[in-house]
Nanobody
Framework: QVRLVESGGGLVQAGGSLRLSCAAS????????IGWYRQAPGKERELVAS???????NYADSVKGRFTISRENDKNTVDLQMNSLKPEDTAVYYC?????????????WGQGIQVTVSS
């Protein structure tokens, strides 16, 4: 059983910062890619940022220069530092990971965490 547990969301004023954290637990052999998606009301879920085991990062154009993703491979955790937040960053943020177990692998999602940016 694999679990992804997010923390760190909340309410912040425009221009402020938040840090999201996600911890993966279970019978994990390795995590190939881990990252964050978000879904705003009435919109499709979109990739925010991801990071490979080797540290290669990928960001949505809308967050480049404002958000930074980082991970600790030995702890199976990923963080998303969000600076200069805008009202349009308001969404439910989901942790996602491609996880290799002992005999199989697959994609896993966290339960989601709310981020609200007020203007």
């Amino acid at each position: 059983q694999v679990r992804l547990v997010e923390s760190g969301g909340g309410l912040v004023q425009a221009g402020g910062s938040l840090r999201l954290s996600c911890a993966a637990s279970g019978s994990i052999s390795s995590i190939k890619v881990i990252g964050w998606y978000r879904q705003a009301p009435g919109k499709e879920r979109e990739l925010v940022a991801s990071i490979t085991r080797s540290g290669r990062t990928n960001y949505a154009d809308s967050v480049k220069g404002r958000f930074t993703i980082s991970r600790e491979n030995d702890k199976n955790t990923v963080d998303l530092q969000m600076n200069s937040l805008k009202p349009e960053d308001t969404a439910v943020y989901y942790c996602n990971a491609e996880i290799y177990l002992v005999i199989t692998h697959g994609g896993y999602w966290g339960q989601g965490i709310q981020v609200t940016v007020s203007s």
